[in-house]
């Protein structure tokens, strides 16, 4: 079942609320997560301010046809990078937080960051879009733990997501830089160029704790800016 919660007292279009971003919210929270589900959270910390600020500074504005973008974060754990994100859009985007973890969840609601949390397995975003009245997303921003994907789910995940963008829509997704060379990580990356066209690694972040880098992935031809990440960054 998917269950959404939209918080109705805090418009999707931000509150900035600089108080909730303070780095280190939600770490107990998110270490007994990486715990209690170490193969979906995928790392003992949150993301770090950098590499959400990375995650996030290619978001479109505005978005498909000028109006402000609908943003999608899946795998939101308790707020790291959504924070970046509600930092970096424009007011009048609606930015849905898509979190499997019912607790991680519920932490980043208790944040009150103006966005909606939504608490579901991001296989499901088709319905979860169609519940708040999108047809796309602009952006999808993702630190799913890739690797440890099996192939299938793999596939099966980045599909949905490539076919919940609008056409000029871009997908950025986190990698852990030490396992860039594993046969998981190495099908990440092939099947984001199958399906892309476009893929920009950024340069590894290695004082992120693990030393991180992103991936930003667009269908070129489709109106969209290519090339807008300098890719030596
Ligand atoms: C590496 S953590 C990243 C958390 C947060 N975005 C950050 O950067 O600190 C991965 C998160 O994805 C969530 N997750 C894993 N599989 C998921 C799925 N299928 N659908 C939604 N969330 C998922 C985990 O519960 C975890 O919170």
Do not use: N
Request: net charge positive; glycine share 10%.
């Amino acid at each position: 079942m998917v269950c959404t919660v939209i918080m109705a007292s805090h418009p999707a279009w931000r509150s900035r609320d600089p108080g909730k971003r303070t780095p280190g919210k939600g770490h107990g929270a998110f270490f007994a997560a990486a715990l209690r589900s170490p193969r979906e959270v995928g790392t003992l910390l949150p993301s770090g301010p950098e590499l959400a600020r990375r995650l996030a500074a290619v978001i479109p504005r505005p978005g498909h046809s000028g109006r402000p973008p609908v943003v999608v974060e899946v795998g939101a754990g308790a707020g790291a990078v959504t924070a970046a994100i509600v930092q970096h859009v424009d007011e009048g985007a609606v930015v849905i937080a898509v979190e499997k973890d019912p607790e991680l969840a519920e932490q980043l609601r208790a944040r009150r960051l103006g966005v909606h949390v939504v608490t579901a397995d991001a296989i499901k975003l088709p319905t979860i879009l169609a519940d708040h009245g999108v047809d796309f997303a602009d952006a999808i921003v993702s630190v799913l733990p890739w690797a440890l994907f099996g192939a299938q789910l793999q596939r099966q995940m980045l599909a949905t997501f490539a076919d919940a963008l609008q056409p000029d829509g871009v997908f950025t997704a986190a990698a852990y830089s030490l396992g860039y060379w594993t046969p998981a990580a190495r099908r990440f990356r092939r099947e984001l160029e199958r399906l892309f066209g476009e893929v920009l690694p950024t340069r590894t972040m290695w004082r992120h704790l693990p030393p991180a880098m992103t991936y930003v992935c667009r269908r070129p031809g489709q109106g969209g800016d290519a090339l807008t990440v300098d890719p030596s960054r």
